[in-house]
């Protein structure tokens, strides 16, 4: 199921590219569920939660879940916003990883959530994502500036989905 098919609103559907929010502004619980593939066209599993940063106004991370089936099982990934590219063609989102790769990423059940606030946390998922740590300001892995409101993934009208990385600020 794509962001259109949970677009209660409707701000998707326009036959004009040009009018309405999305792809460039997008709400958050139309992302939720979203599917996640690699550049091999693996399925890397689905988008449960999206995580902002209330003291800098940021998306922090993406809750991925992945390894389960039919939702038991499933590990859950805090993966870095920066990390994951919206693939606007095929209706999904992008993430530079192997599933080999993923399975050794630093994951948790569901009913123990790590505190994804902690400095040691942040560190440790940046550095195996291989992103920085949001900081207003401050440049993301390709370079978007974050907190500036310039990262935006389609900050062009002849964006197609791409580029790698661009996701800095929804």
């Known amino acids: 199921m794509s962001y259109l098919d949970r677009d209660t609103y409707g701000i998707y ?20 569920g979203e599917d996640v593939y690699n550049r091999q066209d693996e399925d890397l599993g689905d988008i449960k939660e999206i995580m902002l940063d209330m003291r800098n106004g940021q998306v922090a991370y993406a809750v991925l879940s992945f390894g389960g089936w039919l939702g038991m ?15 606007t063609v095929n209706k999904r989102f992008l993430l530079d990883v192997s599933k080999d790769h993923l399975k050794n990423a630093p994951g948790f059940d569901q009913d ?8 040691e946390f942040t560190t440790q998922l940046h550095s195996f994502y291989g992103t920085q740590q949001s900081v207003p ?6 370079g978007s500036v974050m907190g500036s ?7 062009d009208p002849g964006y197609t989905g791409s580029r790698s990385g661009d996701i800095g600020n929804i």
């Open 149 to 155: 409101g310039s990262g935006s993934l389609q900050s």
């Open 73 to 87: 099982g499933d590990k859950l990934f805090a993966v870095p916003w920066q990390a994951l590219e919206l693939d």
């Open 112 to 119: 123990n959530w790590p505190d994804m606030a902690s400095a």
């Open 137 to 142: 300001g401050g440049r993301t892995a390709s």
């Open 13 to 32: 559907r326009s036959d004009d590219d040009t009018s309405g929010p999305g792809p460039r502004l997008m709400g958050a619980d139309t992302l939720i």
